[in-house]
Structures are given as C-alpha cells and as structure tokens.
C-alpha cells in the first residue's frame, strides 16, 4: 500500500471538506440570497412582512442582537463581512400582527364563559390547593392593564419594548384576556387557572396588536432573565426564524417553558 498517496488522498478531502463547509456572507444571510433553494426562497409567506433596513444577527455564541442599516447590501459590506467569522446566521426582522379574527376581551368575561375551566376539572384543581403558588408567568404579548381588579394584585414590573419603558401607557385587550385566564384573582367574575401565580407583562407589540419579530424575541430573554419560568406567546409569527428557533431552543435548555400555538410551532420547526 502506498501509504503517501493515501495519507495524501486523505488530505485532499478534508480540504474540499473544508472548502464545501466556508462560511460566507451568503450562507450566513441566506434571506439576501435570492437563488432558487436557498431556505428563505423556500418561506415565501414569511418575506411579506420583512423590514428591509433591520436585521436580526444570531452570533456564534448564542446572543442575538438587532442591527440597522440604509439596505441589505449595505449591510452585508459594512457589517457582515467584517464580523463574518462570529456570525452564525443573518435574517431579516420582520413584522408580527395579532390574528385579525382573535377574539379581544378584557379579563372580566361573563359568568358563563368558564368552559374551559370546566373542561380541565378547574375547581378539583383548586380543591387540592394547588393554585400555582410561586409561579412566574410572562405574557410576551400586547401590553396587559395592570389596573385591572382582579389582576393588580397579581402583576409584577415587567417591561415594554415598544416606548422601552417599564409599563406601556396603552394597555391592549388581547395581553389582558390571557392574563386574566392565567391569574384572575378568586372573587370575580373569571376563575383564573393559577389565581396565586405572579404575572409579569413584557409587551412588545403596541395597542394596535403588531410589533417586531426581534421585539417578540427580545422580550422572551428579558421575561426568562427576570425569573419566569413559564412564558405565554398567543400570537402566529413569521416562519422559518433561525433566531426564534434558537432563543426557544436555549430557554427550554435554561428549563424555560415557552408556550406557543401548536400550529405556529410547527411551522417554525
């Protein structure tokens, strides 16, 4: 056997190894490349609502940070490339809008309308004592009323990354619905799952119910950063999100768990 000839064999193909695998602008910010089966070609629907002067930058070492610039070009010469080696992944932001068929209702909903409490044998639950004691739940969402009567007792500071304030000033029905199913204290109108739970609001769409997909990711590692463990998204999204895809996977590491509709999910996944 020639040994050098296959020590030489083997060489030659890790450095076409090596040279299939280089990173580039173009793989790391597929959405700026345009080609026929590339993976952003391949989300047509997630491209409408894309914000063309924002992007959002997944870094090698797994923070996330949102950046801005004149156009994608731009931004490939002037960002991309010379950060190319710590960049993991480049996508466009892009625009999140509350479902135009959601119900919006404030917390206090009609006696009557407890069938999912029902449904899920509520008061057994609450029977045993198990009331959700020491939970903390974030509600990335629209900006909940932290006035409400049955919720003012259960709310902690969040923060709104919408006026980056730490209350938003417009309260939206949608956030304060869910709130309410979540932790609407006992002697009102709606039976909360978990009335002795803490709720924490980190709103990052405003009272029209649209915000950023980087807000939305932003405000998950804000709510897992300030100790809640349990962080509610009732709203659909743009799909195939690398950035998503990493912030759900990394709070779920740190034993986070991040609730979010089913078929969202699977889209995203």
């Given at each position: 056997m020639d040994v050098k000839r296959l020590i030489g064999g083997v060489t030659l193909l890790l450095l076409l190894a090596?040279?299939?695998?280089?990173?580039?602008?173009?793989t790391v910010f597929p959405g700026n490349n345009q080609k026929n089966g590339s993976t952003e070609v391949s989300c047509q629907q997630a491209k409408i609502n894309n914000i063309p002067t924002r992007f959002i930058v997944?870094?090698?070492?797994?923070?996330?940070?949102?950046?801005k610039s004149e156009n994608s070009d731009l931004f490939v010469d002037h960002f991309v490339e010379p950060n190319l080696?710590?960049?993991?992944?480049?996508?466009?932001?892009?625009?999140?809008?509350?479902?135009?068929?959601?119900?919006q209702t404030s917390a206090t909903t009609t006696p009557d309308n407890d069938w999912g409490q029902r449904t899920i044998q509520l008061d057994a639950v609450h029977a045993q004592g198990v009331k959700g004691q020491g939970i903390l739940v974030a509600i990335v969402d629209t900006p909940v009323d932290y006035t409400h009567p049955q919720l003012k007792n259960r709310m902690v500071p969040g923060w709104d990354f919408v006026t980056n304030t730490a209350q938003a000033t417009a309260p939206h029905e949608h956030a304060t619905h869910i709130a309410g199913v979540i932790a609407a204290e006992e002697g009102g109108q709606v039976k909360g799952l978990a009335p002795q739970s803490q709720v924490?609001?980190?709103?990052?769409?405003?009272?029209?119910?649209?915000?950023?997909l980087s807000g939305a990711v932003l405000a998950m590692n804000y709510a897992a950063d300030h100790g809640a463990k349990v962080i509610n998204n009732s709203?659909?999204?743009?799909?195939?999100?690398?950035?998503?895809?990493?912030?759900?996977?990394?709070?779920?590491?740190?034993?986070?768990?991040?609730?979010?509709?089913?078929?969202?999910?699977?889209?995203?996944?």
């Open positions: 090596a040279c299939d695998n280089k990173k580039t602008s173009q997944t870094w090698e070492d797994g923070h996330i940070s949102v950046e080696q710590a960049i993991h992944h480049v996508e466009y932001d892009r625009w999140i809008y509350l479902d135009d068929q959601t119900v924490m609001g980190v709103s990052f769409m405003d009272a029209s119910g649209s915000g950023a709203w659909g999204g743009p799909l195939c999100s690398e950035a998503m895809r990493t912030s759900m996977k990394a709070l779920s590491d740190k034993g986070v768990c991040s609730w979010w509709p089913q078929e969202t999910m699977g889209s995203i996944f």
